[in-house]
């Protein structure tokens, strides 16, 4: 158990629709990232978020968009759902910003299907 | 150019077994972080070992090692003793001092362990 939380474990929905992702990060982690990882294009960074602000930004579409509250959990919104959306969504936390020793722990992940 | 190569998209092992997974990187940052990731089945992400560029030995973590030839650019996951339960995709990761905030990650290598 990484101590990083997300739910909910499987979201089912249907094209078009929006869903909201949860994560909370491992205590004492001020930094929350997205991934999306499906078979065709692996594991893909969408976007990092430290202490409450976007730190960095990865390949994510404009249809998502996500935050980090003050309790430091984060979520991540996807609109206009489409087929290709399907994957499974990991967060992780890391003790800082960045760094080469910043080690990232990862989330149980949630996986969304689009039909 | 792949900051993370992985050329082994399978690898088999009989039980007990010692295996290596290769990992090659590239950077011209000399202070760097090396990560290595398991992912069963069930698709949550293990953090198993870290090394630092500036480590002067090889991480160990219980039956993991890591195999850290700088000059070559290269950091082999070994796991010893293999085990049914390491059957999984095992994933390499960087990440650089010039670039903090970016985590790569290679294409994995699925490990299959024979009894």
């Known amino acids: 158990d990484s101590g990083v939380t997300q739910t909910p474990k499987h979201l089912i929905t249907a094209t078009g629709q929006r869903v909201t992702l949860r994560c909370s990060p491992r205590s004492g982690d001020l930094s929350v990232y997205w991934y999306q990882q499906s078979l065709d294009q692996g594991l893909q960074f969408l976007i990092q978020?430290?202490?409450?602000?976007?730190?960095a930004k990865g390949n994510i579409l404009e249809r998502f968009s996500a935050q980090q509250f003050p309790d430091l959990h984060s979520e991540l919104n996807l609109s206009s759902l489409e087929l290709g959306d399907s994957a499974l969504y990991f967060c992780a936390s890391s003790a800082l910003a960045g760094g080469p020793s910043d080690t990232q722990y990862f989330g149980p992940g949630t996986r969304l299907t689009v039909l | 150019a792949q900051k993370i190569t992985q050329t082994q998209p399978g690898m088999f092992v009989q039980e007990k077994e010692a295996v290596t997974l290769d990992c090659t990187y590239d950077t011209s940052d000399p202070s760097y972080g090396l990560f290595w990731y398991k992912q069963p089945s069930s698709g949550e992400m293990i953090f198993l070992i870290y090394q630092g560029s500036y480590d002067q030995q090889n991480a160990t973590e219980g039956r993991y090692s890591l195999n850290f030839q700088k000059a070559r650019k290269s950091a082999n996951l070994v796991i010893s003793a293999s085990q049914l339960g390491d059957s999984a995709m095992y994933f390499c990761a960087m990440r650089e001092s010039s670039t903090g905030n970016q985590f790569y990650f290679g294409t994995g290598t699925s490990l299959t362990v024979i009894p």
């Open positions: 978020y430290y202490n409450g602000e976007e730190r």
